[in-house]
């Protein structure tokens, strides 16, 4: 995974509430087999209903922030929701709050989440219209050219993971040792459990 | 030594390390695939030039795209499936499962079906294990006491590559059934009361464990439905103590341990029982005997009523938002409140899915429908076996013509009309009496309208065009 340090850059301008992950990208995609192309059925349902929708517009496209509103991200479980989102280049969502499920998936594909109050995802709404918003992952803070510095909390862990570009894959696999010592201790109590379909490795 | 749940059992028994902030890395017994959450987890790997650390502790089975119509043709070549991206689906997952070498029962295979239904069936799923699956029903496999939960696809990546998962560990919840069940009642009707009684986030947090003498008595495929729907009830597993019924139905299954490893494996299994005294986080208490056989009448799995009752009023929900979503369900059921649920027709009948498909299933509707013939109304009436050695069984006791004279159709295996992913679908606008697991809106294909109702009130569906209370007609 990318490290991720600081967003800088255009920031969506999306600031509505309830956004689920159907609006972000609908069912009819998830027969997919991959993670990459999904940046075409994002918000489909938006682009399709909506001319003036800022993901069609020249001056959004390549943006790595979205500000949205509260419960960003509720609905299924589904993991496309963040590939889509990658998918069009997006690194950081702004909102005042996340479906907890969404906030995972975004974590685990590299997406950094940043709850702020309404009050200040209204600034950086209005900001966002015509310039760069910058997120500082190290300091915690969202900042605009004009001064506004609005602080954030996150996970240490995650804060860490994101930071160096650690996925949970790689990080698990440095505990090696750690799980083949307990395979050995399965294979020596409990023997019948470490057979499964019995095609070896 | 304190007195600890089931759950803390299994659970303490697969911790590897535990971190500062209370996250564990937690071992995984067994993991089970199927086509739709997988790719991405497989290609992943692929990209990373990772490995599957324990091949031999994953199982792969397509289901929710298989269409459920014949595979083979007369001369014994494969049928293509028509959806291209089904098709897709299912190649990439025989190519992954080849080139990281998982044991694969394929569409063709006598041992394929629903992931959910092959699990316990092989012998695969046993007691006291973790079993992962990137599927929400993956909780059906707490019927035979195993700790087993939905993942998503990067979860399934991450177990594919290190056997383990990072997880914070739940709270309990116990749900107590008191006295016996009547007659009539069976354990499909007994979850969907309770999840009318704790509703659909009654669980959230917490892993249920049902307890009490009606759960004891149950066969192991009936806790294995009351199980399955656990993720209805918000709770993302459901646990039932495995017991020497439990035992006596895995042993001899394929992946069973054999011999001396049976016996040992056995004595293990014997200490997973809740403590006395064992505290849990919740605890609900139902009567056993107040339980008729239950529908829903709604888009909610928790919208259950007895089938002797009526279509409830959306003003009588004390709660405002319970209210305009009842509105809501009626308004896309088509119901009016106060309608006697047995005047609801039907014109669709589904019998099967990981919740009802098993060979008990199949019994209990067959039952039913003997000597009888479905209603002139009921226009689509399926009956889908949940893998191919359910649907062998089932073949060798008859039960297939039993259905067919009746007038339905007999299936081959798969997840068919418990959602709209194959061509298995309800028409807009009709209804079904279906065995599955989910109401929702659109679920079973856009604009059906689902009832959830057990093998037999299925079947008694299928006999009157409409919703039946089963204790009628037999
Ligand atoms: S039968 Fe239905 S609920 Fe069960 S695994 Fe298939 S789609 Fe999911």
């Not at chain 2, 409830?312 to 979503?325: R, T, V």
């Not at chain 2, 997840?415 to 606008?429: E, F, I, Q, R």
């Amino acid at each position: 995974m990318d490290k991720l340090r600081e967003v800088e850059g255009r920031a969506i301008p999306f600031g509505r509430k309830n956004i689920d992950t159907d609006v972000i990208i609908p069912a009819r995609w998830l027969k997919t087999i991959s993670r990459e192309g999904l940046g075409e059925g994002a918000f489909e349902t938006v682009r399709a209903n909506e001319p003036d929708n800022p993901f069609d517009s020249e001056e959004f496209a390549g943006a790595p922030i979205l500000i949205a509103g509260d419960n960003f991200g509720c609905g299924s479980s589904r993991e496309h929701a963040a590939w889509a989102l990658l998918d069009l280049g997006i690194r950081a969502v702004i909102a005042p709050s996340f479906s907890d499920i969404f906030a995972g998936n975004a974590f685990k594909n590299g997406i950094l989440t940043v709850e702020l109050p309404q009050t200040a995802i209204d600034r950086l709404l209005e900001v966002a219209q015509a310039d760069q918003i910058s997120i500082d992952l190290d300091a915690q803070s969202v900042t605009t050219p004009f001064q506004d510095r609005f602080a954030f909390e996150i996970d240490a862990f995650r804060k860490d993971c994101l930071m160096e570009g650690l996925d949970e894959v790689g990080l698990t696999l440095s505990r090696d040792g750690a799980i083949s010592d307990f395979e050995t201790g399965i294979r020596n109590q409990k023997p019948w459990l470490a057979r499964g379909t019995g095609i070896a490795a | 030594m304190t007195a600890r749940t089931l759950y803390e059992k299994i659970w303490d028994d697969h911790v590897i390390e535990r971190r500062d902030d209370g996250t564990c890395l937690v071992f995984i017994d067994r993991h089970l695939v199927h086509e739709v959450t997988s790719p991405q987890a497989f290609e992943a790997l692929r990209l990373a030039g990772r490995k599957v650390r324990r091949p031999e502790l994953t199982l792969a089975v397509p289901d929710h795209n298989v269409p459920t119509t014949p595979r083979l043709s007369e001369d014994g070549t494969r049928i293509p499936i028509e959806d291209p991206q089904s098709a897709q689906q299912l190649a990439a997952l025989e190519k992954n499962v080849e080139e990281f070498g998982i044991r694969y029962f394929g569409a063709t295979a006598r041992e394929q079906g629903i992931v959910h239904v092959v699990g316990p069936e092989q012998g695969f799923s046993l007691p006291g294990t973790t079993i992962v699956c990137g599927d929400s029903h993956t909780a059906c496999h707490g019927g035979i006491g195993a700790l087993a939960f939905g993942i998503g696809t990067s979860e399934v990546e991450h177990v594919l590559a290190t056997q383990t998962l990072l997880l914070k560990p739940s709270k309990t919840m116990e749900v107590r059934l008191e006295g016996a069940m009547s007659a009539g009642v069976t354990p499909k009707d007994l979850i969907l009361h309770i999840i009318g009684v704790i509703g659909t986030a009654g669980g959230t947090g917490h892993v249920i464990e049902y307890r009490g003498q009606v759960f004891e008595e149950m066969s192991v495929e009936g806790r294995l439905t009351v199980s399955n729907m656990s993720i209805e009830g918000g709770a993302r597993a459901g646990l039932i103590a495995s017991d020497e019924k439990t035992f006596a139905y895995l042993k001899g299954r394929q992946f069973a341990p054999q011999g001396a490893d049976w016996d040992a494996a056995v004595e293990y299994w014997r200490t997973l029982r809740t403590d006395e005294g064992a505290q849990f986080d919740k605890s609900v208490a139902i009567n056993a005997a107040d339980i008729a056989p239950t529908v829903t009448w709604g888009t909610s799995p928790e919208d259950t009523v007895a089938i002797t009752g009526s279509i409830p009023d959306p003003s009588s929900f004390a709660d405002p938002s319970k209210q305009a979503a009842a509105r809501a369900s009626l308004d896309y059921m088509g119901l009016t409140p106060g309608t006697p649920m047995r005047e609801v027709e039907v014109q669709n009948i589904f019998i099967g899915s990981c919740t009802n498909s098993r060979i008990e299933d199949l019994r209990a509707a067959a039952d039913v429908l003997r000597g009888r013939k479905k209603a002139d109304n009921v226009k689509w009436a399926i009956v889908v076996p949940g893998s191919g050695l359910v649907k062998e069984q089932a073949e060798a006791e008859g039960l297939d013509t039993v259905f067919t004279e009746a007038g339905l159709e007999w299936r081959e295996p798969g997840c068919s009309a418990c959602l709209g992913m194959n061509p298995d679908k309800v028409p807009a606008g009709e209804r079904c009496a279906s065995t599955s697991n989910r109401n929702f809106v659109g679920r079973q294909g856009p604009g059906s309208r689902t009832h959830l109702v057990s093998p037999a009130m299925a079947a008694a569906a299928a006999v009157t065009g409409r919703l039946t209370d089963v204790r009628e007609l037999t």
